[in-house]
């Protein structure tokens, strides 16, 4: 599952965090306890364009040759970015990949 926008892959919601309590089962981790392999997601707000930009090269690459490791594709489309150090280093990948 790709999940790109402001604060999309972190695990607290914007209502957990002003309720008494803080629940640590936020997007990522309920996609991830429901089954989802994996989900690609970034840590903190980023540019929209870089958001757009990232994501359509994670899905091109990925199309042209699925024998490629998620990680490693993220890992390539990252200098890509117009923020490579702010916007780059925001995106990452929750779960546990299959080895083939």
Not at 32 to 46: A, E, K, Q, Y
Not at 75 to 95: D, E, I, S, W
């Amino acid at each position: 599952m790709i999940d790109l926008g402001k604060f999309k892959g972190t695990n607290l919601s914007f209502q957990e965090i002003y309720l008494d309590h803080v629940d640590w089962h936020g997007l990522a981790v309920s996609y991830l306890l429901r089954g989802c392999p994996s989900l690609f997601g970034s840590l903190w707000p980023i540019t929209d364009k870089d958001a757009d930009q990232y994501a359509l090269d994670f899905i091109n690459e990925y199309g042209k040759n699925q024998d490629l490791k998620p990680e490693l594709i993220i890992m390539q489309t990252k200098p890509k970015c117009n923020l490579k150090v702010l916007n780059g280093a925001a995106f990452v990948l929750y779960g546990i990949h299959e080895m083939k």
